[in-house]
Structure formats: structure tokens, C-alpha cells
């Protein structure tokens, strides 16, 4: 196979899981650094590889592009025959079902109060108090399934594992205590270990 571009901002989660798979699988690529404060993705020239002017992207070898995170994760983890995404159709769906979450329901709170606080440098009082909330109940849906298996969709790693980790890895740089939540700072360390992550500071 040849090589794929992705197109990424280093303080994105959504564009680290990404990172972290391709590396994970062995996956030739370039990656092309994107600052998403400087406008690029705005551009004409980045809207013709992502219509929707957001990062992560990638080009695959033959031209063609495709965004999403999850849905980007999830095809290089196929398309690598990876144990990433399992054959069983029933644990397949719990992996989605993870993924669709993630989007949903844990994205939306935790990544967005870290952005605005840790890089638009807002203060408590000026971010949205369901940010906190919201973020808290996600954790806490985590902590408890962790609390009965070791990875979030089962026994072992899976693309699951390394789209939620992205975020919650850094939840604290968004105000976000992870003693607050069992099993999460031990399910960090093994998805981080697997990937061969350095651990980030408050958060291992």
C-alpha cells in the first residue's frame, strides 16, 4: 500500500486517535500539521480534501479523502484486518456503540470545556455549568463499565478504547478530577501502554 496523508492539529484529540492507530497499525503516512485557530481549514485548498472544514482528514493513497475521527479509525483498523474491530458482529456493534457515544455524549463536554478553558483561557464562571455536569456523567458511564471489564468494549483494546482515551487522558486540563472517577486513571495507563503513549502529566 502506499502512502496516506493526515491532516491533523497535535492538540486535538480527535485527530491523536487517529495518529495513534495508523501507529499502532504500522500505517504509511505523512502528517500534515493544521492549526485550527489559523483558518486553514477554511481554506479552498483544505475544503477540497474535507467539504466540512474540520481536522482530522486523511487522503488515502489513490486520491480519495474521509473524515470523521471514529469513522477514519474505523477503516484503517478494518482495512488492516486489525483485532481493533472485532469479527463478531455483536461485539462489532458494542464497539459502534462506543464510538457513536464518544461523539454524543463525551466529545461534546469534555473536549469542548478543555479547549475553552485550557486554550481560549476562560475562567470557570464563563463556561457553560452543563459542560462540568454532562462531562462528570460521561466519566462516570465509563468508570462503571470499566468496573467490570478491563477495556470499555470488552476484554481487550479496541478502536473504542483509543477514541475515548483521547479526551479523557486530558480531561483535567478542562477542570475535570479523574479521583473522582475509579477504574479510569488504571484504564488510561493500559490503553496509553498498548498504544505507546507517553502518559500526560495529572492524568496517569
Request: proline share 5%.
Amino acid at each position: 500500500m502506499g502512502k496516506y496523508k493526515i491532516y491533523g492539529d497535535p492538540i486535538s484529540g480527535n485527530c491523536l486517535k487517529v495518529r495513534w492507530t495508523a501507529d499502532l497499525l504500522g500505517v504509511s503516512y505523512d502528517w500534515i500539521d493544521v492549526d485550527v485557530l489559523s483558518g486553514y481549514t477554511r481554506s479552498e485548498e483544505f475544503l477540497a480534501i474535507n467539504p466540512s472544514g474540520q481536522v482530522p482528514a486523511i487522503v488515502l493513497p489513490d486520491g480519495r479523502s474521509l473524515s470523521q475521527s471514529n469513522a477514519i479509525v474505523l477503516y484503517l483498523a478494518s482495512l488492516y484486518d486489525s483485532a481493533l474491530v472485532p469479527k463478531d458482529l455483536f461485539e462489532r456493534a458494542k464497539v459502534n456503540e462506543w464510538l457513536f457515544w464518544e461523539q454524543y455524549s463525551h466529545e461534546p463536554y469534555i473536549a469542548v470545556r478543555r479547549f475553552q478553558k485550557a486554550y481560549l483561557g476562560k475562567s470557570d464562571s464563563e463556561l457553560d455549568p452543563r459542560l462540568l455536569a454532562n462531562g462528570k456523567r460521561a466519566l462516570a458511564q465509563m468508570s462503571d463499565q470499566l468496573s467490570r471489564t478491563p477495556f470499555l468494549a470488552g476484554e481487550n483494546l479496541t478502536v473504542a478504547d483509543i477514541a475515548l482515551v483521547a479526551y479523557t487522558r486530558v480531561a483535567h486540563e478542562g477542570g475535570f478530577d479523574l479521583d473522582e472517577f475509579p477504574n479510569l486513571r488504571s484504564w488510561v495507563a493500559r490503553v496509553e501502554s498498548a498504544l505507546g503513549v507517553d502518559p500526560v502529566g495529572g492524568a496517569a
